[in-house]
Protein backbone atom coordinates (compact mmCIF):
# COMPACT_ATOMS: atom_id res chain seq x y z
CA UNK A 1 0.00 0.00 0.00
CA UNK A 2 1.25 3.24 -0.93
CA UNK A 3 2.49 5.64 2.57
CA UNK A 4 3.26 8.16 0.29
CA UNK A 5 3.02 12.20 1.37
CA UNK A 6 -0.15 13.30 -1.05
CA UNK A 7 0.02 16.95 -2.03
CA UNK A 8 -2.25 18.56 -4.38
CA UNK A 9 -2.14 21.82 -5.94
CA UNK A 10 -5.13 24.07 -7.00
CA UNK A 11 -3.67 27.60 -9.24
CA UNK A 12 -4.92 28.76 -12.69
CA UNK A 13 -4.00 27.62 -15.82
CA UNK A 14 -0.92 30.13 -16.75
CA UNK A 15 0.13 30.92 -12.65
CA UNK A 16 2.63 27.81 -12.64
CA UNK A 17 0.72 25.07 -10.23
CA UNK A 18 2.16 22.81 -12.68
CA UNK A 19 5.40 23.91 -12.86
CA UNK A 20 5.42 23.71 -8.73
CA UNK A 21 4.30 20.60 -8.67
CA UNK A 22 7.06 19.07 -10.89
CA UNK A 23 9.56 21.27 -9.12
CA UNK A 24 8.35 20.18 -5.74
CA UNK A 25 9.01 16.14 -7.57
CA UNK A 26 12.39 17.24 -8.52
CA UNK A 27 13.56 18.56 -5.03
CA UNK A 28 12.41 16.04 -3.08
CA UNK A 29 13.65 13.07 -5.75
CA UNK A 30 17.25 14.86 -5.19
CA UNK A 31 16.95 14.14 -1.48
CA UNK A 32 16.47 10.08 -2.39
CA UNK A 33 12.55 9.71 -2.56
CA UNK A 34 10.23 8.07 -4.72
CA UNK A 35 8.38 10.67 -6.13
CA UNK A 36 5.43 11.41 -8.40
CA UNK A 37 4.26 14.71 -9.92
CA UNK A 38 1.30 15.13 -12.69
CA UNK A 39 -1.17 17.61 -13.28
CA UNK A 40 -4.61 16.99 -14.22
CA UNK A 41 -4.62 17.59 -18.06
CA UNK A 42 -8.19 19.11 -19.66
CA UNK A 43 -8.86 21.85 -22.31
CA UNK A 44 -6.95 24.34 -20.18
CA UNK A 45 -6.82 27.59 -20.98
CA UNK A 46 -4.99 30.66 -19.29
CA UNK A 47 -7.25 31.89 -16.02
CA UNK A 48 -9.09 28.55 -15.68
CA UNK A 49 -8.83 26.43 -12.69
CA UNK A 50 -6.27 23.81 -13.10
CA UNK A 51 -5.04 20.85 -10.68
CA UNK A 52 -1.70 19.09 -10.33
CA UNK A 53 -0.57 16.92 -7.41
CA UNK A 54 2.64 15.36 -5.39
CA UNK A 55 3.01 11.72 -3.95
CA UNK A 56 6.36 11.88 -1.59
CA UNK A 57 7.43 8.36 -0.43
CA UNK A 58 10.36 6.47 0.82
CA UNK A 59 8.57 3.41 -0.95
CA UNK A 60 8.31 3.13 -4.79
CA UNK A 61 4.51 4.28 -5.71
CA UNK A 62 2.46 2.06 -7.99
CA UNK A 63 -0.84 4.06 -7.52
CA UNK A 64 -1.65 6.48 -11.05
CA UNK A 65 -4.77 7.92 -9.55
CA UNK A 66 -5.39 11.42 -8.81
CA UNK A 67 -5.27 12.41 -4.96
CA UNK A 68 -8.59 12.35 -3.08
CA UNK A 69 -7.32 12.62 0.63
CA UNK A 70 -4.59 14.75 0.26
CA UNK A 71 -2.37 15.62 3.30
CA UNK A 72 -2.05 19.39 1.99
CA UNK A 73 -3.33 21.46 -0.36
CA UNK A 74 -1.66 24.39 -1.99
CA UNK A 75 -3.93 27.01 -3.09
CA UNK A 76 -1.83 29.21 -5.45
CA UNK A 77 -4.78 31.54 -6.91
CA UNK A 78 -7.18 32.49 -3.62
CA UNK A 79 -10.06 33.22 -5.81
CA UNK A 80 -10.32 29.83 -6.29
CA UNK A 81 -11.88 29.21 -2.46
CA UNK A 82 -15.28 30.62 -3.99
CA UNK A 83 -15.43 28.51 -6.99
CA UNK A 84 -13.28 25.13 -6.24
CA UNK A 85 -13.99 22.91 -2.99
CA UNK A 86 -10.24 22.87 -2.00
CA UNK A 87 -10.42 21.27 1.10
CA UNK A 88 -12.37 18.09 -0.33
CA UNK A 89 -10.60 15.09 1.43
CA UNK A 90 -8.01 17.65 2.81
CA UNK A 91 -7.32 15.45 5.89
CA UNK A 92 -7.62 17.17 9.63
CA UNK A 93 -3.74 16.55 10.78
CA UNK A 94 -2.59 18.36 7.21
CA UNK A 95 -2.55 21.89 6.33
CA UNK A 96 -3.70 24.00 3.64
CA UNK A 97 -1.61 27.04 2.12
CA UNK A 98 -3.23 29.94 0.70
CA UNK A 99 -1.40 32.62 -1.13
CA UNK A 100 -3.42 35.46 0.95
CA UNK A 101 -2.57 38.97 2.03
CA UNK A 102 -5.38 38.09 4.16
CA UNK A 103 -5.13 36.48 8.14
CA UNK A 104 -6.08 32.64 8.06
CA UNK A 105 -8.98 33.30 10.79
CA UNK A 106 -10.79 35.55 7.94
CA UNK A 107 -10.55 32.96 5.29
CA UNK A 108 -11.39 29.79 7.74
CA UNK A 109 -15.48 30.52 6.88
CA UNK A 110 -14.23 30.24 3.20
CA UNK A 111 -13.37 26.46 4.19
CA UNK A 112 -16.39 24.57 4.19
CA UNK A 113 -15.94 23.73 7.98
CA UNK A 114 -12.38 22.77 7.82
CA UNK A 115 -10.68 22.32 11.06
CA UNK A 116 -6.95 21.50 10.26
CA UNK A 117 -4.11 24.08 10.21
CA UNK A 118 -4.41 27.35 8.06
CA UNK A 119 -0.93 28.95 6.59
CA UNK A 120 -1.34 31.84 4.53
CA UNK A 121 1.58 33.82 2.47
CA UNK A 122 1.11 36.47 0.03
CA UNK A 123 3.38 34.95 -2.85
CA UNK A 124 2.66 38.68 -4.86
CA UNK A 125 4.36 40.30 -2.46
CA UNK A 126 7.15 38.02 -2.33
CA UNK A 127 7.48 37.91 -5.75
CA UNK A 128 7.16 41.52 -6.74
CA UNK A 129 9.69 42.17 -4.45
CA UNK A 130 12.24 39.59 -5.26
CA UNK A 131 11.35 38.86 -8.96
CA UNK A 132 9.59 42.53 -9.94
CA UNK A 133 6.76 40.23 -11.34
CA UNK A 134 4.00 38.01 -10.59
CA UNK A 135 4.95 34.17 -10.57
CA UNK A 136 3.28 33.17 -7.43
CA UNK A 137 4.50 29.60 -7.86
CA UNK A 138 8.12 30.10 -6.86
CA UNK A 139 7.18 31.63 -3.11
CA UNK A 140 4.18 28.61 -2.79
CA UNK A 141 7.04 26.22 -3.56
CA UNK A 142 8.84 27.25 -0.51
CA UNK A 143 5.96 27.76 1.67
CA UNK A 144 4.68 23.93 1.24
CA UNK A 145 8.21 22.70 1.89
CA UNK A 146 8.46 24.43 4.87
CA UNK A 147 5.38 23.75 6.26
CA UNK A 148 4.86 19.53 5.57
CA UNK A 149 8.62 19.54 6.51
CA UNK A 150 9.70 17.58 3.76
CA UNK A 151 13.22 18.62 4.04
CA UNK A 152 15.86 20.80 5.96
CA UNK A 153 14.94 23.98 4.59
CA UNK A 154 18.96 24.91 3.73
CA UNK A 155 19.00 21.32 1.44
CA UNK A 156 16.04 22.75 -0.58
CA UNK A 157 17.67 26.09 -1.06
CA UNK A 158 21.25 24.26 -2.13
CA UNK A 159 18.87 21.94 -4.48
CA UNK A 160 17.06 24.69 -5.72
CA UNK A 161 19.86 26.85 -6.27
CA UNK A 162 21.41 24.09 -8.59
CA UNK A 163 17.83 23.45 -10.12
CA UNK A 164 17.92 27.28 -11.26
CA UNK A 165 21.59 27.26 -12.25
CA UNK A 166 20.43 24.48 -14.91
CA UNK A 167 17.04 25.42 -16.08
CA UNK A 168 18.13 29.26 -16.60
CA UNK A 169 21.36 28.10 -17.71
CA UNK A 170 20.95 30.97 -20.84
CA UNK A 171 20.02 34.01 -18.63
CA UNK A 172 21.92 33.43 -15.02
CA UNK A 173 20.50 36.92 -14.04
CA UNK A 174 17.57 35.40 -12.77
CA UNK A 175 19.08 33.10 -10.54
CA UNK A 176 19.72 35.46 -7.49
CA UNK A 177 15.69 36.68 -8.02
CA UNK A 178 14.43 33.35 -7.61
CA UNK A 179 16.20 32.42 -4.58
CA UNK A 180 15.44 35.30 -3.14
CA UNK A 181 12.02 34.69 -3.56
CA UNK A 182 12.05 31.47 -2.62
CA UNK A 183 13.97 32.52 1.40
CA UNK A 184 11.71 35.28 1.91
CA UNK A 185 8.65 33.07 1.05
CA UNK A 186 10.34 30.81 3.95
CA UNK A 187 9.86 33.46 6.32
CA UNK A 188 6.86 34.99 5.08
CA UNK A 189 4.64 31.67 5.52
CA UNK A 190 2.84 32.15 8.54
CA UNK B 1 25.47 1.23 -12.66
CA UNK B 2 22.17 2.29 -14.02
CA UNK B 3 21.14 5.89 -13.75
CA UNK B 4 18.79 7.03 -11.27
CA UNK B 5 16.32 9.54 -12.70
CA UNK B 6 13.14 11.21 -12.48
CA UNK B 7 10.96 11.40 -16.17
CA UNK B 8 7.55 11.31 -17.67
CA UNK B 9 7.01 8.42 -19.79
CA UNK B 10 7.66 10.80 -23.05
CA UNK B 11 11.21 11.55 -21.48
CA UNK B 12 11.87 8.45 -21.10
CA UNK B 13 10.78 6.85 -24.19
CA UNK B 14 12.62 9.64 -26.34
CA UNK B 15 15.63 8.74 -23.93
CA UNK B 16 15.54 5.55 -25.02
CA UNK B 17 15.19 6.12 -28.93
CA UNK B 18 17.81 8.25 -28.41
CA UNK B 19 20.06 5.78 -27.25
CA UNK B 20 19.08 3.45 -29.92
CA UNK B 21 20.32 6.23 -32.55
CA UNK B 22 17.34 5.16 -34.94
CA UNK B 23 18.06 5.28 -38.88
CA UNK B 24 15.24 7.34 -39.52
CA UNK B 25 12.05 8.73 -37.49
CA UNK B 26 9.25 10.29 -39.92
CA UNK B 27 6.44 12.14 -37.65
CA UNK B 28 3.50 14.56 -38.21
CA UNK B 29 4.65 16.30 -34.79
CA UNK B 30 1.81 18.52 -33.80
CA UNK B 31 -1.44 17.71 -32.08
CA UNK B 32 -2.50 14.84 -31.46
CA UNK B 33 1.13 13.75 -31.74
CA UNK B 34 3.00 13.33 -28.27
CA UNK B 35 6.24 15.70 -26.82
CA UNK B 36 8.37 12.49 -27.98
CA UNK B 37 8.91 13.58 -31.16
CA UNK B 38 9.13 17.04 -29.60
CA UNK B 39 11.74 16.16 -27.40
CA UNK B 40 13.66 13.82 -30.02
CA UNK B 41 13.97 16.77 -32.61
CA UNK B 42 16.27 18.45 -30.01
CA UNK B 43 18.41 15.60 -29.95
CA UNK B 44 19.00 15.74 -33.63
CA UNK B 45 18.98 19.22 -33.53
CA UNK B 46 21.89 19.06 -31.07
CA UNK B 47 24.24 16.10 -32.69
CA UNK B 48 23.15 13.73 -30.13
CA UNK B 49 21.52 11.61 -32.78
CA UNK B 50 21.73 10.77 -36.83
CA UNK B 51 18.73 9.97 -37.38
CA UNK B 52 17.06 11.47 -40.21
CA UNK B 53 14.29 13.46 -38.81
CA UNK B 54 11.39 13.62 -41.10
CA UNK B 55 8.36 16.28 -40.26
CA UNK B 56 5.08 15.02 -42.30
CA UNK B 57 2.14 16.72 -42.56
CA UNK B 58 0.21 13.58 -41.51
CA UNK B 59 0.22 10.49 -39.44
CA UNK B 60 -0.99 8.60 -43.06
CA UNK B 61 2.68 10.07 -44.04
CA UNK B 62 4.85 9.37 -41.18
CA UNK B 63 3.86 5.97 -41.34
CA UNK B 64 3.90 5.51 -45.30
CA UNK B 65 7.40 7.15 -44.66
CA UNK B 66 8.62 5.25 -42.17
CA UNK B 67 7.07 2.32 -44.00
CA UNK B 68 9.55 3.54 -47.52
CA UNK B 69 12.75 3.86 -45.02
CA UNK B 70 12.24 0.86 -43.52
CA UNK B 71 11.51 -1.24 -46.93
CA UNK B 72 14.83 0.24 -47.62
CA UNK B 73 16.55 -0.94 -45.14
CA UNK B 74 16.92 1.61 -42.54
CA UNK B 75 15.63 1.13 -38.89
CA UNK B 76 12.66 3.33 -38.45
CA UNK B 77 10.32 4.34 -35.92
CA UNK B 78 7.74 6.85 -35.71
CA UNK B 79 5.23 7.91 -32.87
CA UNK B 80 1.27 8.97 -32.09
CA UNK B 81 -1.27 9.11 -30.05
CA UNK B 82 -5.23 9.15 -30.12
CA UNK B 83 -6.85 9.90 -34.07
CA UNK B 84 -3.33 9.81 -35.07
CA UNK B 85 -3.19 5.91 -34.99
CA UNK B 86 -6.36 6.04 -36.52
CA UNK B 87 -5.11 7.85 -39.34
CA UNK B 88 -1.97 5.58 -39.78
CA UNK B 89 -5.16 2.97 -40.20
CA UNK B 90 -4.18 1.68 -44.00
CA UNK B 91 -0.82 1.92 -43.72
CA UNK B 92 -0.80 -0.12 -40.55
CA UNK B 93 -1.65 -2.93 -42.50
CA UNK B 94 1.21 -2.48 -44.71
CA UNK B 95 3.92 -1.89 -42.31
CA UNK B 96 3.13 -5.74 -41.03
CA UNK B 97 2.30 -7.39 -44.36
CA UNK B 98 5.42 -6.14 -45.82
CA UNK B 99 7.24 -8.02 -43.11
CA UNK B 100 8.72 -4.19 -41.97
CA UNK B 101 10.16 -4.23 -38.50
CA UNK B 102 9.68 -0.43 -37.74
CA UNK B 103 8.38 0.67 -34.24
CA UNK B 104 5.91 2.55 -33.33
CA UNK B 105 6.08 4.59 -29.69
CA UNK B 106 2.44 4.59 -29.01
CA UNK B 107 0.64 7.15 -26.25
CA UNK B 108 -3.20 5.91 -25.90
CA UNK B 109 -5.34 8.26 -25.29
CA UNK B 110 -9.57 8.02 -26.25
CA UNK B 111 -10.36 8.53 -29.38
CA UNK B 112 -12.79 11.23 -30.64
CA UNK B 113 -15.81 11.88 -30.27
CA UNK B 114 -16.91 13.14 -27.55
CA UNK B 115 -13.58 15.18 -28.09
CA UNK B 116 -10.95 13.91 -25.20
CA UNK B 117 -7.40 14.04 -25.07
CA UNK B 118 -7.07 11.58 -22.50
CA UNK B 119 -6.51 7.78 -21.65
CA UNK B 120 -7.92 4.89 -22.38
CA UNK B 121 -6.82 2.21 -24.72
CA UNK B 122 -9.32 2.22 -27.94
CA UNK B 123 -6.55 3.39 -30.28
CA UNK B 124 -4.25 0.82 -29.76
CA UNK B 125 -7.26 -1.88 -29.74
CA UNK B 126 -8.33 -0.81 -32.73
CA UNK B 127 -5.70 -1.66 -34.16
CA UNK B 128 -4.64 -4.97 -32.52
CA UNK B 129 -5.68 -6.54 -35.90
CA UNK B 130 -3.29 -4.96 -37.85
CA UNK B 131 -0.72 -7.90 -37.32
CA UNK B 132 1.46 -5.82 -35.29
CA UNK B 133 3.01 -6.74 -31.71
CA UNK B 134 1.36 -4.78 -29.01
CA UNK B 135 3.42 -4.60 -25.93
CA UNK B 136 1.80 -2.35 -23.06
CA UNK B 137 3.50 -0.79 -19.72
CA UNK B 138 2.68 -0.07 -16.21
CA UNK B 139 4.65 3.20 -15.82
CA UNK B 140 7.60 5.19 -17.13
CA UNK B 141 9.90 2.49 -16.04
CA UNK B 142 8.39 -0.39 -18.21
CA UNK B 143 7.82 2.50 -21.81
CA UNK B 144 11.38 2.67 -21.68
CA UNK B 145 12.25 -0.93 -20.46
CA UNK B 146 10.10 -2.07 -23.28
CA UNK B 147 11.20 0.38 -26.06
CA UNK B 148 15.03 -1.00 -25.52
CA UNK B 149 14.10 -4.56 -25.85
CA UNK B 150 11.51 -3.31 -29.32
CA UNK B 151 13.40 -3.90 -32.18
CA UNK B 152 15.56 -6.97 -30.72
CA UNK B 153 11.98 -8.61 -30.67
CA UNK B 154 10.70 -7.22 -33.95
CA UNK B 155 13.96 -7.98 -35.69
CA UNK B 156 14.55 -11.19 -35.14
CA UNK B 157 15.03 -13.21 -38.26
CA UNK B 158 11.68 -15.64 -37.20
CA UNK B 159 9.66 -12.46 -36.44
CA UNK B 160 10.17 -9.69 -38.80
CA UNK B 161 7.00 -7.32 -37.70
CA UNK B 162 6.67 -4.14 -36.55
CA UNK B 163 5.85 -3.12 -33.33
CA UNK B 164 3.64 -0.74 -31.20
CA UNK B 165 5.03 0.08 -27.73
CA UNK B 166 1.93 1.75 -25.95
CA UNK B 167 1.97 3.86 -22.66
CA UNK B 168 -1.10 5.41 -21.04
CA UNK B 169 -1.94 8.92 -21.79
CA UNK B 170 -1.07 11.37 -19.53
CA UNK B 171 -1.18 8.86 -16.64
CA UNK B 172 2.43 7.83 -17.58
CA UNK B 173 3.52 9.77 -20.49
CA UNK B 174 3.08 13.16 -18.87
CA UNK B 175 4.04 12.37 -14.88
CA UNK B 176 7.21 12.88 -13.98
CA UNK B 177 8.15 9.66 -11.67
CA UNK B 178 11.51 7.55 -10.41
CA UNK B 179 13.02 5.29 -13.40
CA UNK B 180 16.14 3.61 -13.49
CA UNK B 181 18.09 4.00 -16.80
CA UNK B 182 20.97 2.46 -18.50
CA UNK B 183 23.94 3.55 -20.05
CA UNK B 184 24.26 4.54 -23.80
CA UNK B 185 26.79 2.20 -24.91
CA UNK B 186 24.92 -0.62 -22.94
CA UNK B 187 21.16 0.05 -24.55
CA UNK B 188 23.67 0.14 -27.74
CA UNK B 189 25.29 -2.84 -27.44
CA UNK B 190 21.96 -4.54 -26.45
CA UNK B 191 20.07 -3.33 -29.96
CA UNK B 192 22.80 -3.75 -31.75
CA UNK B 193 23.28 -2.96 -35.24
CA UNK B 194 20.53 -3.56 -37.79
CA UNK B 195 21.77 -5.62 -40.12
CA UNK B 196 18.42 -6.61 -42.78
CA UNK B 197 18.91 -9.60 -44.67
CA UNK B 198 16.52 -8.91 -47.72
CA UNK B 199 16.07 -4.90 -48.27
CA UNK B 200 15.45 -2.88 -51.78
CA UNK B 201 18.72 -0.99 -51.58
CA UNK B 202 20.70 -3.95 -51.56
CA UNK B 203 22.19 -4.15 -55.13
CA UNK B 204 22.79 -7.98 -54.94
CA UNK B 205 19.19 -8.44 -54.36
CA UNK B 206 16.93 -6.75 -56.42
CA UNK B 207 13.30 -6.53 -54.67
CA UNK B 208 9.83 -5.51 -54.74
CA UNK B 209 7.94 -4.45 -51.70
CA UNK B 210 4.08 -4.40 -51.56
CA UNK B 211 3.49 -6.58 -54.57
CA UNK B 212 -0.34 -7.69 -55.46
CA UNK B 213 -1.35 -10.95 -54.05
CA UNK B 214 -3.51 -12.40 -56.10
CA UNK B 215 -6.16 -15.10 -54.58
CA UNK B 216 -2.80 -17.82 -55.58
CA UNK B 217 -1.31 -15.97 -52.90
CA UNK B 218 -2.83 -13.60 -50.22
CA UNK B 219 -4.07 -16.68 -47.52
CA UNK B 220 -0.70 -18.17 -47.47
CA UNK B 221 1.02 -14.90 -46.90
CA UNK B 222 -1.57 -14.00 -44.46
CA UNK B 223 -0.74 -17.82 -42.55
CA UNK B 224 2.88 -16.83 -42.86
CA UNK B 225 2.47 -13.14 -41.07
CA UNK B 226 0.06 -15.36 -38.32
CA UNK B 227 3.53 -17.57 -37.59
CA UNK B 228 5.80 -14.89 -37.67
CA UNK B 229 3.56 -13.32 -35.30
CA UNK B 230 3.50 -16.35 -32.86
CA UNK B 231 7.16 -16.40 -32.88
CA UNK B 232 7.18 -13.14 -31.19
CA UNK B 233 6.10 -14.58 -28.01
CA UNK B 234 9.33 -16.85 -27.38
CA UNK B 235 12.05 -14.13 -29.17
CA UNK B 236 9.96 -11.62 -26.53
CA UNK B 237 10.61 -14.14 -24.05
CA UNK B 238 14.35 -14.80 -25.04
CA UNK B 239 15.17 -11.15 -25.32
CA UNK B 240 13.59 -10.26 -22.00
CA UNK B 241 16.24 -12.65 -20.52
CA UNK B 242 19.10 -11.19 -22.10
CA UNK B 243 17.19 -7.70 -21.09
CA UNK B 244 17.59 -9.05 -17.48
CA UNK B 245 21.18 -9.90 -17.60
CA UNK B 246 22.00 -6.07 -18.41
CA UNK B 247 18.97 -4.15 -16.15
CA UNK B 248 18.16 -6.66 -13.44
CA UNK B 249 14.82 -6.33 -14.72
CA UNK B 250 12.74 -9.67 -15.58
CA UNK B 251 9.91 -9.28 -17.72
CA UNK B 252 7.29 -12.01 -18.88
CA UNK B 253 4.61 -12.09 -21.51
CA UNK B 254 2.65 -10.81 -18.55
CA UNK B 255 3.02 -9.99 -15.10
CA UNK B 256 1.78 -12.46 -12.02
CA UNK B 257 1.23 -10.22 -9.10
CA UNK B 258 0.20 -12.51 -5.75
CA UNK B 259 -1.94 -14.45 -8.03
CA UNK B 260 -0.44 -18.32 -7.63
CA UNK B 261 -2.90 -18.86 -4.79
CA UNK B 262 -5.85 -16.50 -5.98
CA UNK B 263 -9.10 -16.75 -5.53
CA UNK B 264 -9.87 -13.26 -7.26
CA UNK B 265 -7.59 -12.58 -10.26
CA UNK B 266 -7.94 -9.01 -12.15
CA UNK B 267 -6.19 -8.98 -15.43
CA UNK B 268 -5.71 -5.85 -16.36
CA UNK B 269 -3.40 -3.59 -19.03
CA UNK B 270 -1.22 -0.37 -18.41
CA UNK B 271 -1.33 1.59 -15.40
CA UNK B 272 -4.42 0.96 -13.94
CA UNK B 273 -1.96 -2.46 -12.65
CA UNK B 274 -0.19 -0.65 -10.53
CA UNK B 275 -3.32 0.50 -8.73
CA UNK B 276 -5.07 -2.81 -9.00
CA UNK B 277 -1.65 -4.04 -6.81
CA UNK B 278 -2.23 -1.86 -4.23
CA UNK B 279 -5.64 -2.78 -3.55
CA UNK B 280 -4.77 -6.51 -4.08
CA UNK B 281 -2.39 -5.48 -0.93
CA UNK B 282 -5.14 -4.12 1.15
CA UNK B 283 -7.40 -7.12 0.45
CA UNK B 284 -5.04 -9.34 1.42
CA UNK B 285 -3.95 -7.69 4.59
CA UNK B 286 -7.72 -8.53 5.06
CA UNK B 287 -7.67 -11.99 3.81
CA UNK B 288 -8.43 -11.75 0.79
CA UNK B 289 -6.45 -14.41 -1.89
CA UNK B 290 -6.92 -11.50 -4.53
CA UNK B 291 -4.36 -11.05 -7.47
CA UNK B 292 -3.21 -9.71 -10.72
CA UNK B 293 -2.49 -10.44 -13.78
CA UNK B 294 -1.18 -7.60 -15.89
CA UNK B 295 -0.64 -7.94 -19.44
CA UNK B 296 2.67 -6.85 -21.02
CA UNK B 297 2.18 -8.75 -24.44
CA UNK B 298 -1.09 -8.54 -26.13
CA UNK B 299 -0.44 -8.99 -29.64
CA UNK B 300 0.05 -12.03 -29.82
CA UNK B 301 -2.18 -12.75 -27.49
CA UNK B 302 -0.58 -15.30 -24.90
CA UNK B 303 -4.25 -17.35 -24.72
CA UNK B 304 -2.81 -20.68 -22.97
CA UNK B 305 -0.04 -19.35 -20.98
CA UNK B 306 -2.81 -16.53 -19.32
CA UNK B 307 -5.31 -19.74 -19.34
CA UNK B 308 -2.89 -21.56 -17.17
CA UNK B 309 -1.68 -18.70 -14.52
CA UNK B 310 -5.85 -17.80 -14.11
CA UNK B 311 -7.50 -21.67 -14.57
CA UNK B 312 -7.49 -22.02 -10.57
CA UNK B 313 -9.08 -18.95 -9.66
CA UNK B 314 -12.89 -18.73 -8.65
CA UNK B 315 -13.69 -15.78 -10.32
CA UNK B 316 -11.74 -13.50 -12.86
CA UNK B 317 -12.40 -9.75 -14.00
CA UNK B 318 -10.98 -8.40 -17.45
CA UNK B 319 -10.74 -4.98 -17.06
CA UNK B 320 -11.30 -3.57 -21.01
CA UNK B 321 -10.04 0.12 -21.07
CA UNK B 322 -12.13 0.33 -24.60
CA UNK B 323 -15.61 0.49 -25.78
CA UNK B 324 -15.46 -2.14 -28.80
CA UNK B 325 -19.21 -1.76 -29.03
CA UNK B 326 -19.62 -5.74 -29.03
CA UNK B 327 -22.27 -5.49 -26.11
CA UNK B 328 -20.77 -8.49 -24.73
CA UNK B 329 -17.19 -8.50 -24.28
CA UNK B 330 -14.68 -5.99 -24.35
CA UNK B 331 -11.45 -7.14 -26.14
CA UNK B 332 -9.41 -8.27 -23.53
CA UNK B 333 -12.44 -9.79 -21.82
CA UNK B 334 -12.88 -11.85 -25.22
CA UNK B 335 -9.24 -12.90 -25.44
CA UNK B 336 -9.04 -13.90 -21.90
CA UNK B 337 -12.64 -16.06 -22.10
CA UNK B 338 -12.10 -17.34 -24.99
CA UNK B 339 -8.50 -18.73 -23.61
CA UNK B 340 -10.88 -20.11 -20.86
CA UNK B 341 -13.07 -21.88 -22.77
CA UNK B 342 -11.81 -25.24 -23.35
CA UNK B 343 -10.62 -25.26 -19.49
CA UNK B 344 -12.44 -27.77 -17.20
CA UNK B 345 -13.80 -26.43 -14.48
CA UNK B 346 -12.73 -22.92 -15.97
CA UNK B 347 -13.32 -19.50 -13.23
CA UNK B 348 -16.80 -17.32 -13.95
CA UNK B 349 -15.85 -14.63 -15.61
CA UNK B 350 -16.42 -10.78 -15.39
CA UNK B 351 -15.71 -8.11 -17.80
CA UNK B 352 -15.65 -4.68 -16.95
CA UNK B 353 -15.41 -1.71 -18.91
CA UNK B 354 -13.23 1.52 -17.18
CA UNK B 355 -11.48 4.36 -17.29
CA UNK B 356 -12.96 5.62 -20.63
CA UNK B 357 -11.88 9.12 -21.20
CA UNK B 358 -9.64 9.65 -18.41
CA UNK B 359 -12.28 8.74 -15.82
CA UNK B 360 -10.04 8.18 -13.11
CA UNK B 361 -9.13 4.90 -11.65
CA UNK B 362 -8.57 4.15 -7.84
CA UNK B 363 -7.79 2.04 -5.88
CA UNK B 364 -11.63 1.80 -4.21
CA UNK B 365 -13.20 1.47 -7.86
CA UNK B 366 -10.35 -1.37 -8.56
CA UNK B 367 -11.18 -2.67 -4.85
CA UNK B 368 -15.34 -2.75 -5.71
CA UNK B 369 -14.35 -4.82 -8.27
CA UNK B 370 -12.23 -7.78 -5.93
CA UNK B 371 -15.62 -6.92 -3.90
CA UNK B 372 -18.15 -8.02 -6.67
CA UNK B 373 -15.99 -10.71 -7.66
CA UNK B 374 -16.72 -11.81 -4.13
CA UNK B 375 -19.84 -11.85 -4.47
CA UNK B 376 -20.24 -13.83 -6.98
CA UNK B 377 -18.30 -16.51 -5.95
CA UNK B 378 -20.29 -16.55 -2.58
CA UNK B 379 -23.73 -16.35 -4.33
CA UNK B 380 -22.95 -18.47 -7.31
CA UNK B 381 -24.70 -15.97 -9.42
CA UNK B 382 -23.17 -14.48 -12.20
CA UNK B 383 -25.67 -11.47 -12.98
CA UNK B 384 -24.75 -8.98 -15.67
CA UNK B 385 -21.41 -10.27 -17.30
CA UNK B 386 -20.59 -7.16 -19.32
CA UNK B 387 -20.17 -4.00 -16.66
CA UNK B 388 -18.80 -0.71 -16.62
CA UNK B 389 -17.00 0.84 -13.98
CA UNK B 390 -17.53 4.34 -12.65
CA UNK B 391 -20.54 5.38 -14.13
CA UNK B 392 -22.89 7.72 -13.42
CA UNK B 393 -26.38 6.08 -14.38
Known amino acids: MSKALEIRWHGRGGQGAKTAALLLADVTFNTGKYIQGFPEYGPERMGAPITAYNRISDEPIRVHSNIYYPDYVVVVDETLLESVDVTKGLKKDGAIVINSTRDKEELRPLLKGYEGRIYTIDARKVSIAALGKYFPNTPMLAAIVKVCGIMPEDKFLAEMEASFKHKFASKPEVVAGNMKALTMALEEVR | MSIRERLSGNEAVSIAIRQINPDVFPAFPITPSTEIPQYFSSYVANGLVDTIFIPVESEHSSMSAAIGAEAAGARSLTATSSCGLAFMWEELYIAASDRLPLALALVCRA ?112 KAQLTALQNAKQVALDVAKEFAAISGREYGLFEEYKTEDADFIMVIIGSAAGTAKDAVDALREKGVKAGVLKIRLFRPFPAEEIAAAIKNAKVVACMDRTESFNGHNGPLGADVRTALFDVEKAPKVLNYVYGLGGRDVTVESLTSVFEDMQTVAETGELGETYRYLSVRE
Open chain 2, 111 to 222: LSGPININCDHSDAMGARDAGWIQIFAEDNQEAYDNFVQAYRIAEHPSVRLPIMVCQDGFITSHAVQNIELLEDDKVKNFVGQYEPEHYMLKKSEPMAVGAYGTPAFYMEAK
